[in-house]
């Protein structure tokens, strides 16, 4: 069992930054691929950027690369998504979610973190 609880969102200005941290319980953390999705109001949920358990691969949706990067601490039991250079059409409620194996639907997820960038 795996528990994940979001945190470092807020209120923030088109062209600022801020970093989302995911903090997980469980000692098998290191097991998991995780992500990062996020939901607008009104729209669909959306894959954000993945990492894998070893920290050598990661991925990104197109509307954040070269924006956000998605890192992870093992021993900390926690990922982070660093978002820079903001727009508004950012905002969302951020979710972290733990995946066991690659391909299968995310097996653990987080309450959400609300992001809002201001124009």
């Known amino acids: 069992q795996v528990q994940l609880v979001e945190s470092g969102g807020g209120l923030v200005q088109a062209g600022g930054s801020l970093r989302l941290s995911c903090a997980a319980s469980g000692r098998t953390f290191s097991r998991y691929a995780m992500a990062w999705f996020r939901q607008a109001p009104g729209a669909e949920r959306e894959w954000v950027a993945r990492?894998?358990?070893?920290?050598?691969?990661?991925d990104y949706a197109d509307s954040v690369k070269g924006r956000f990067t998605i890192s992870r601490d093992n021993a900390k039991n926690t990922v982070y998504l660093q978002m820079n250079s903001l727009k508004p059409e950012d905002t969302a409620v951020y979710y972290c979610?733990?995946?066991?194996?690659?391909?299968?639907?995310?097996?653990?997820w987080g309450q959400g973190t609300q992001v809002t960038v201001s124009s």
């Open positions: 979610a733990a995946q066991r194996v690659a391909g299968r639907p995310y097996d653990y």
């Open positions: 990492i894998s358990w070893s920290t050598d691969r990661t």
